[in-house]
T-cell receptor, first 111, second 112 residues
């Protein structure tokens, strides 16, 4: 079992819809969680950080963390074609150097 | 906004050449990382550094080496490039604690 798992997709949603991206992790000691967006051929760009259970909103993005169930999700409201990219989930255990990245979910927003 | 710079952005070079990929950051971050990523594939950690004179190998075996003589500078060197080294190399840095990593724009390396 991989330490961080994401559905590779592609996840296709129509423009204006809500895109829901999910990530599960195996290590209960994980403390910090991040979502990155990566356009094809580009480097990952940080979208959200979340550290405690519950929801965190930033513009059209909402990150949701449930440590008991060991999952973190990202919701994108009012999806735009420019949101089409691969979304990487990353997890860090406090006090360690290691950031475990998932393989990413490819999102396609259809105009 | 993170300020982390990688040069060159693209490099096409012949087999057997010595290559140094540069990575610099202006944020005073102690932690720096090198990842390798093939198109459409996952990130693989190849080196990281806690601070000056501290470097460790990552999860993916790599023939590259790194150095950290100054906080802001974390170059990666390939002594003798081979076609199998063709990939994208991404440098990242972060502040202490549980802060996120910030990535440079990457170097796309092609070995002929």
């Amino acid at each position: 079992q991989k330490e961080v798992e994401q559905n590779s997709g592609p996840l296709s949603v129509p423009e204006g819809a809500i895109a829901s991206l999910n990530c599960t992790y195996s290590d209960r000691v994980s403390q910090s969680f991040f979502w990155y967006r990566q356009y094809s051929g580009k480097s990952p760009e940080l979208i959200m950080s979340i550290y405690s259970n519950g929801d965190k909103e930033d513009g059209r993005f909402t990150a949701q963390l449930n440590k008991a169930s060991q999952y973190v999700s990202l919701l994108i409201r009012d999806s735009q074609p420019s949101d089409s990219a691969t979304y990487l989930c990353a997890v860090n255990m406090e006090g360690t150097y290691k950031y475990i990245f998932g393989t990413g979910t490819r999102l396609k927003v259809l105009a | 906004e993170a300020d982390i710079y990688q040069t060159p952005r693209y490099l096409v070079i012949g087999t057997g050449k010595k290559i140094t990929l540069e990575c610099s950051q202006t944020m005073g971050h102690d932690k720096m990382y090198w990842y390798q990523q093939d198109p459409g594939m996952e990130l693989h950690l190849i080196h990281y550094s806690y601070g000056v004179n501290s470097t460790e190998k990552g999860d993916l075996s790599s023939e590259s080496t790194v150095s950290r003589i100054r906080t802001e500078h974390f170059p990666l060197t390939l002594e003798s490039a081979r076609p199998s080294h063709t990939s994208q190399y991404l440098c990242a840095s972060r502040a202490g604690g549980n802060q996120p990593q910030h990535f440079g724009d990457g170097t796309r390396l092609s070995i002929l």
